[in-house]
């Protein structure tokens, strides 16, 4: 299987302990992001790596959560003291930066990662 | 005010129907823009992107009015496998807004 990938699908944790998870994009696409939602709404915005470079932080990131692609393939997002608040899926998608213009960037999601803050 | 709204829903419509779904996006310089259809508690997936010219795929024709800011998705022939969540997206600037989507019950 060639698609993104995200691990672990699903994770329980107490209110304040830290939590990390895993994104391993198309292996060509050179763009990775990282998404949030939470249930009737679409995904949010969280940040995005073009190759290792953190180009874009949305204002949902607060000082808690923390994101790094270090070699520019596998990326990973840490969580510190959780709170209910943060219980959400966290998607992670990729793209290809194509040069072709912006009609066609596409991107495809991983099947996310269910976490549940108790 | 929200950067992408979509109507809701839900859409219930019987097979073999036509039906449109629009939605609004707020910041003129957007750049590209998307459906994605999603299924009860599994990731987005690409449907089709929304070319300036509009553009058909099949049963799906998307269309996109840069003067009005609206994007549009119309099926026909709904087919019971199309009953899902569509979600409009637009991107500005490599920051991808997606809309909280419109569900589609398709009924036999």
């Known amino acids: 299987d060639t698609g993104v990938s995200q691990d672990p699908r699903h994770k329980i944790t107490k209110r304040g302990q830290n939590v990390t998870f895993r994104c391993d994009p198309i292996s060509e696409h050179n763009r990775l992001y990282w998404y949030r939602q939470t249930l009737g709404q679409g995904p949010e915005f969280l940040t995005y790596f073009q190759n290792e470079a953190q180009l874009e932080k949305s204002r949902l990131l607060s000082d808690r959560f923390s994101a790094e692609r270090p070699k520019g393939s596998f990326s990973t997002l840490e969580i510190q003291r959780t709170e209910q608040g943060d219980s959400a899926m966290y998607l992670c998608?990729?793209?290809?930066?194509?040069?072709?213009?912006?009609?066609?960037?596409?991107?495809?999601f991983g099947p996310g990662t269910r976490l549940t803050v108790l | 005010r929200k950067e992408v709204e979509q109507d809701p829903g839900p859409f219930n419509v019987p097979e073999g129907a036509t039906v449109a779904f629009n939605c609004t996006y707020s910041n003129s310089a957007s750049q590209s823009f998307f459906w994605y259809r999603q299924d009860c508690r599994k990731e987005p997936k690409l449907l089709m992107s929304v070319y300036s010219s509009g553009n058909e795929d099949g049963r799906f024709t998307a269309q996109l009015n840069r003067a009005s800011q609206y994007i549009s998705l119309l099926i026909r022939d709904s087919k019971l496998s199309d009953s899902a969540t569509y979600l409009c997206v637009v991107n500005n600037f490599n920051k991808f807004y997606f809309g909280s989507g419109t569900k589609l019950n398709v009924k036999p």
């Open positions: 998608a990729s793209s290809l930066d194509s040069l072709r213009g912006r009609e066609g960037d596409e991107q495809f």
